[in-house]
């Protein structure tokens, strides 16, 4: 075995073992919030920067996480 093949094996290994350990940190359990949401202010201008405020508001991301 040359040591070109070992190094290619190595970084299958780590590469596979790095993809898994993300994987598994990123799983998160669904839990949903306690008690009554939580009344927010977010101030927000209407320039396209930010429309992702809009959008969450408009689809219940932020009632889904506990605010109101």
């Known amino acids: ?6 190094l290619i094996r190595f970084s ?3 590469s596979a ?11 998160r359990p669904d839990k949903k919030p306690g008690g ?6 977010v101030a ?3 320039l396209p920067e930010t429309v992702l405020a809009q959008v969450a508001q ?8 506990g605010l109101e």
Not at 1 to 6: G, K, L, N
Not at 17 to 27: P, W
Request: proline letters at 5%.
């Open 12 to 14: 299958v290994a780590v």
């Open 58 to 65: 408009s689809r219940g991301y932020y009632r889904e996480e």
């Open 17 to 27: 073992l790095a993809i898994t350990i993300s994987l598994v940190a990123c799983d």
């Open 36 to 41: 009554p949401p939580e009344k927010i202010t």
């Open 1 to 6: 075995m040359s040591i070109y093949s070992i």
């Open 44 to 46: 927000y201008a209407t």
